[in-house]
């Protein structure tokens, strides 16, 4: 048994790729995309079909050239996803526009939009998960669509208080992300030990999931963004883990045992926490300094991903 075995008996592993190929030879249960691994997997050349099939798709539904290619650039998504879940039993994450993280309302009207594409083409909605910023906005955005049958992935999570609202909002899926935690320290040279137990990315996930567990929240945490097999194997146990084609096959190199290190305490008996008010929430993250500058750095860098998406398909419609 090799370690991404040993791995898969205590925790869900999740591939983190655009890539068809990649997601097929490691035979996940679930798979998760961003605008960034979008746009890299359509450079390759064997991914070129999709421009094709989503300018296609586009120029039938009609419109201005700003509507023909907000329309193709959702359809590669589509597109792609449609593709993973071919070969996986599970679900895939889809992400919206980054640019539409502090408005609920086109939030939700993208939501309904990308599930309406995917509807189109036979997949029930029960196997999508709409990838949403977690800001304020998006977590009022993703408890609205849950009460359509609309499951969602807060994702770019790195606060306490954002996990704390995804949980009061009752979210399916949270992604906190360890490897971009640990960049932040790591630049500031707050790194004080190179043992994956004091890794601050690793230590916040436990925090949450200690905390998720112990209050009874549904929410499903997924630990997201590694930068080595370290981070993976200390969080091993969590609900779930998305991991880069890279480290996955890493992990299945080596024959070392897994053990599980993530053990849910007992529910408490007292009631949850009153949850956060908006304000309160703006307070406590923004008490963060890391999660403040990694959150807007991460919805940033999401967004000009998304644009790279439209030139590109601007240029061949």
């Known amino acids: 048994m090799n370690q991404l075995e040993s791995l898969k008996q205590h925790t869900t592993v999740v591939v983190d790729s655009g890539d068809i190929r990649f997601i097929q030879k490691h035979c996940p249960e679930d798979a998760t995309t961003n605008p960034s691994l979008i746009r890299q997997a359509i450079t390759l050349p064997q991914y070129q079909y999709v421009f094709r099939d989503a300018i296609n798709y586009a120029k039938i539904k009609g419109g201005n050239l700003f509507s023909q290619i907000e329309n193709a650039v959702d359809r590669i998504s589509v597109i792609l996803g449609l593709g993973i879940l071919k070969i996986i039993p599970g679900k895939v994450s889809t992400e919206i526009d980054a640019r539409l993280s502090?408005?609920?309302?086109?939030?939700?009207?993208?939501?309904?939009?990308?599930?309406?594409?995917?509807?189109?083409?036979?997949?029930?909605?029960?196997?999508?998960?709409?990838?949403?910023?977690?800001?304020?906005?998006?977590?009022?955005?993703?408890?609205?669509?849950?009460?359509?049958?609309?499951?969602?992935?807060?994702?770019?999570?790195?606060?306490?208080?954002?996990?704390?609202?995804?949980?009061?909002?009752?979210?399916?899926?949270?992604?906190?992300?360890?490897?971009?935690?640990?960049?932040?320290?790591?630049?500031?040279?707050?790194?004080?030990?190179?043992?994956?137990?004091?890794?601050?990315?690793?230590?916040?996930?436990?925090?949450?999931?200690?905390?998720?567990?112990?209050?009874?929240?549904?929410?499903?945490?997924?630990?997201?963004?590694?930068?080595?097999?370290?981070?993976?194997?200390?969080?091993?146990?969590?609900?779930?883990?998305?991991?880069?084609?890279?480290?996955l096959s890493e992990l299945q190199e080596c024959s070392n045992c897994v053990s599980r290190e993530l053990y849910p305490p007992k529910i408490s008996l007292k009631s949850k926490p009153i949850p956060l008010s908006r304000s309160e929430f703006y307070w406590m993250h923004n008490e963060d300094a890391m999660a403040v500058e990694k959150l807007s750095e991460g919805i940033r860098q999401f967004g000009i991903d998304q644009k790279e998406l439209e030139n590109i398909v601007r240029s061949k419609i």
């Open 102 to 247: 502090f408005n609920t309302k086109l939030c939700v009207s993208k939501a309904r939009k990308i599930i309406s594409m995917y509807e189109e083409d036979g997949v029930s909605r029960s196997r999508i998960l709409i990838k949403l910023a977690a800001t304020w906005e998006a977590v009022l955005a993703a408890k609205k669509l849950k009460e359509e049958g609309i499951q969602s992935n807060l994702t770019l999570l790195f606060s306490f208080a954002q996990a704390r609202i995804c949980a009061e909002a009752g979210v399916f899926l949270i992604s906190p992300f360890v490897g971009r935690i640990y960049d932040w320290y790591k630049s500031k040279s707050l790194i004080i030990s190179s043992q994956a137990n004091k890794d601050p990315g690793v230590i916040s996930v436990k925090k949450i999931y200690c905390y998720y567990k112990k209050y009874g929240y549904v929410t499903i945490v997924m630990g997201a963004s590694f930068r080595n097999i370290d981070q993976i194997l200390a969080l091993s146990g969590c609900d779930r883990l998305t991991i880069s084609p890279k480290l």
